[in-house]
């Protein structure tokens, strides 16, 4: 599975930002799609994941409490796409982000990661 994002850029705080990522290769076997972030001198974190379902549109999603209220994050199963709307962007959601592809294979858990994008919000 290869994973490619983009939309990252310079915003001012309040602003709003989406990221899109755009997954080929074995995609059936993906079960979540999401995106984390690293800031600088921090560990990578869970912004925000989106399961696979029944539906075109994907179905469960699990939020950062640090971004529930501000991002959402949307699949299209048919496209093998996953975005994140951002907004009301604030100084501490700075950092380079992150496309995550997840499933398990034969007793293990597999995790597929894109090249990143920077999203820097800045004044």
């Known amino acids: 599975v290869q994973l490619v994002e983009s939309g990252g850029g310079l915003v001012q705080p309040g602003g709003s930002l989406r990221l899109s990522c755009s997954a080929s290769?074995?995609?059936?076997?993906?079960?979540?799609l999401g995106w984390y972030r690293q800031a600088p001198g921090k560990q990578r974190e869970l912004v925000a994941s989106i399961s696979r379902s029944g539906s075109p549109t994907g179905g469960r999603t699990k939020y950062a409490d640090a971004v529930k209220g501000r991002f959402a994050v949307s699949r299209d199963n048919a496209k093998n796409t996953v975005d994140l709307q951002m907004t009301g962007l604030k100084f501490e959601d700075t950092a380079v982000y992150f496309c995550?592809?997840?499933?398990?294979?034969?007793?293990?858990?597999?995790?597929?990661w894109g090249q990143g994008t920077q999203v820097t919000v800045s004044s």
């Open positions: 995550n592809a997840f499933w398990i294979g034969v007793g293990v858990e597999i995790n597929a």
């Open positions: 290769g074995n995609v059936e076997r993906i079960e979540t």
